[in-house]
């Protein structure tokens, strides 16, 4: 379901899972804990034997018969898994707010099995729905779902961020043995930040509850808690003041500390006592939680998260396998078909003959036109599925044969639009306005242009031209998918403006078209890229208008 409203992270993290079982017993437990969460407080029970069916495991959906906007839809990709434990699988749950009802909440769980560990990943997202007018409702403090707890605190497998174990409970930095956190700071294998709270000097306690904070921050951070004002001292002689967490700290130590450079210090924020006391408890904790969760991101990370995530992965799948069979000699699929079809053409000719026969003796030959009928329709798909194979494997032997040929890779925009245009030649068109416009583009990074125009021809166009969505829709998804921005058009005032206006439109093939919606990139000089296109309904093509620099407005103009 595609989010209409703009929406906020609440909560986001993504951890492995390690254990000494079978894979397929640890996938197998971890999908039934995800369905117990989910079960236990949002599908009735008159549905639980719906919910709890084989499609939850396989992929399905499943929708509240009496609740609208509560439902669930899994996917998954075997890849190199197995139907036991596929190497992909994720599930999106979104249901209503319990307390402000025009609030939605989502939530996307994915699980990658990579070389015998489970890649879990959750985010959490809500908005308000579209048309909602009036006071918004207070922004929920972001905390972990409780999913996360269960994860954690199950005995079959260790969750692990990179090296560091992932608890429910803080760990005790003892008075004994302050050397023992040193190594976990500057540890380069951990993946997560490690969030410090010192002792108040005066009292001798925390000036924030750190199993509180373990529970705010579950699967997103480990905490430590100091024993002592005297191990924070000790701390500090180790570390050096710009890296200390002293008298009632609170510090947030991202990955890869490196405490010989001063200048690291900055990343590693902290709320010191002044802080905690003017601003309170409550509200240090979100801004604790809410700035680890939207801005941390978990190092070298290898799963997924959402649905679209293994859609991307059955793509590449089927791509792979694709040019593997093209590889081999993708003849062999065709000459198939073809041979079905001269089997099927055998057997047309022989019922005919056979209703022929049968009409000289004057017998009821209606169920043989019947079943003739049948075989000249599968007659019909057979040949048409014999020539979409052969356009199939004359494309991906063209594509092969171009991407074995390619010497070398694009090193500027107008080689990035020939290079494509030659991969996908059947999905996007350059007009000669838009060749000129990359000829005189001013960004720097053609990488950039690579990535953006391959989203276009992969993702944008399954989303215009296979899944059909509305444009609302489109912005949303191709913005999630690739994490490029897409405008349907300019203001009103641009539109009209007599110079400006016709700049958004241009002829193809003698047809006037209009490309003012465009993807784009950046803002500052050098890192400028906006594509605009237009999405051909009869050619089924995405005809580039232009690709190069900002086109003027009534603002630049």
Partial sequence: MAILH?????????????????????????????????????????????????????????????????????????????????????????HPDGEVSVRQW???????????????????????????????????????????????????????????????????????????????????????????????FATGNSLIDPRRLTRLLAGAAVVWESESSWIDKELEQRLGKTFSCWNGMVRAYQPRVNIKSPSDARRHRYFDKHDIETLGVAKVEELLVRGIVRRSRSIGFSGITTIEDVHAKQAQTRFADELKRAARGSQEWTTLLEQEVERMTAMVKAKDEEIVFLQEYGEDADELRNEVARLRFEHGQALARAQEAESVRSALAAQTSLLRNLDRLPSSVPEVLELIEKIYPDRIAFTDRARESAKNATLRNPDIAWRCLRSMSTVLYELHFQQKLPFRDVIQRFRDSTGFELTIGESETTRKHKKLGPLRKTLYKGEAIDVSPHVKHGTSPGNILRVHYYAHPQEKLLVVGHCGDHLDTVRTN
């Avoid at 069916?53 to 018969?65: D, H, L, Q, S, T």
């Avoid at 139907?83 to 699988?89: E, G, M, Y």
Wanted: charged letters at 25%.
């Fill in 6 to 94: 703009e929406h906020e992270l609440h909560y986001r993290c993504n951890f492995d899972l390690v254990s000494s079982r079978p894979v397929e017993k640890t996938w197998g437990e971890l999908v039934r804990l995800i369905r117990s969460w989910i079960s236990e407080r949002n599908v009735p029970r008159d549905s639980l034997l719906a919910f709890g069916a084989k499609w939850f495991f396989v992929g399905g959906e499943w929708r509240a018969p009496k609740v609208s906007r509560l439902f669930a839809k899994t996917e998954r990709c075997v890849g190199q898994g197995s139907d036991l434990a596929p190497q992909w699988w994720a599930i999106r749950f979104e």
């Fill in 106 to 200: 989502r939530t996307d769980i994915g699980i990658a099995v990579n070389e015998g560990r489970l890649a879990f990943s959750l985010s959490t997202i809500h908005w308000l729905q579209a048309g909602f007018i009036g006071r918004e409702p207070l922004e929920p403090t972001p905390t972990a779902p409780r999913i996360i707890s269960d994860v954690l605190n199950s005995k079959s497998w260790t969750a692990q961020s990179g090296s560091e174990r992932l608890r429910t409970t803080p760990f005790l930095l003892r008075d004994a043995s302050p050397e023992v956190l040193l190594p976990h700071l500057e540890d380069p294998n951990r993946s997560c930040p490690l969030v410090l709270l010192a002792k108040d």
